[in-house]
């Protein structure tokens, strides 16, 4: 069983993307779908759930490997922003949940 440590999460309680998962977020419709559904198709028009992930997962795993430069500093800068995000959400949580535990005489002051 995998853990995710809470400094891998955002303020959703998700955990940060990896490059793959990125890099698909980013280009999946327009580099990535036609491939899968190319290796879909032996399976028919509705492969079981598993076979659609796993092969989801493969071929994007697959041609992110093939990516240029460009593209894979495209994808680890999209990251860093989402951890500056996700960095600013919680600080905003953390000072929202101080105010939220004042009691009416401490806010009043």
């Known amino acids: 069983m995998m853990t995710t440590s809470k400094s891998q999460k955002g303020k959703s309680g998700r955990r940060s993307l990896h490059e793959v998962e990125k890099y698909s977020k980013l280009y999946y419709k327009e580099r990535v779908q036609s491939t899968v559904l190319e290796d ?12 659609v ?17 460009e593209t894979k ?8 922003a989402d951890l500056v995000a ?3 959400a919680a600080e ?13 005489t401490q806010m009043q002051e």
């Open 40 to 51: 879909l198709a032996p399976f028919g028009s509705k492969p079981p759930q598993s076979i």
């Open 53 to 69: 992930l796993d092969t989801i997962k493969r071929v994007t795993k697959e041609i992110y490997e093939t990516e240029d430069d």
């Open 73 to 80: 500093a495209i994808v680890k800068a999209a990251l860093a």
């Open 86 to 88: 996700a960095a600013a």
């Open 92 to 104: 905003e949580d953390k000072e929202n949940e101080d105010v939220d535990s004042l009691t009416p």
